[in-house]
Each structure stands twice: as C-alpha cells, then as structure tokens.
Nanobody, 111 residues
Framework: QVQLAESGGGLVQPGGSLRLSCVGS????????MYWYRQAPGEQRALVAS???????TYIGNVKGRFTISRDDEKNTVYLQMNSLKSEDTAVYYC?????WGQGTQVTVSS
C-alpha cells in the first residue's frame, strides 16, 4: 500500500526556517516525481515544488530562492527546506505522488 507521511511543521517567527519531511512507503520514492503543495485558509491547494526521478527540481511562485526540495533515497524521504519564512507561507503543507497524498503538516509563520 502506497502511503506518505509528513512531519516537521510548527510555529516559526518571520525570517525563520523549517524543514518538512515526507516518508514514503510501499513504493520507491526515487523512481517517482514527488510534489510539495500547500493550502492556506480559504484558498485552493497550490503546488510549491517538485523533484523528478532524475533529481530535477522546480519551484513555483515566490518560494524560489527560499525553499529547497530534496530527497534521501536511502530513507525513501523527500524534504522541503524552507528559509526566510514569511507570514504568507502559513498553510498546511502536503506531499504528493500524483494521486497519493499525505495527511499534511501545519506551518504557521507568526511573531
């Protein structure tokens, strides 16, 4: 059974950093394109970043230069390193492998 489990969210002050983790089970993560999405209150879920099987990364919108997606093949885990966080980054963050989603992890950026 293919499953994803996120962790690493929390409360952080503006300008701070967090690293989100997403552990995959039931499949080989390195052979898949993996995505990080986020959903802010009252908004639709939006793509943040992706990494494909060749390790090519893409970033969407204002996270470029602040967020980094990576993976650890031995741990079957994909990460989202988030630096210089802003209040507008507040959202529930989800990792995804196409049609499979994790449960999400809350990130709140506030002073």
């Amino acid at each position: 059974q293919v499953q994803l489990a996120e962790s690493g969210g929390g409360l952080v002050q503006p300008g701070g950093s967090l690293r989100l983790s997403c552990v995959g089970s039931g499949f080989i993560l390195s052979q898949s394109t993996m995505y990080w999405y986020r959903q802010a209150p009252g908004e639709q879920r939006a793509l943040v970043a992706s990494i494909n099987s060749r390790g090519i990364t893409t970033y969407i919108g204002n996270v470029k230069g602040r967020f980094t997606i990576s993976r650890d093949d031995e741990k079957n885990t994909v990460y989202l390193q988030m630096n210089s966080l802003k209040s507008e980054d507040t959202a529930v963050y989800y990792c995804s492998r196409g049609t499979v989603w994790g449960q999400g992890t809350q990130v709140t950026v506030s002073s």
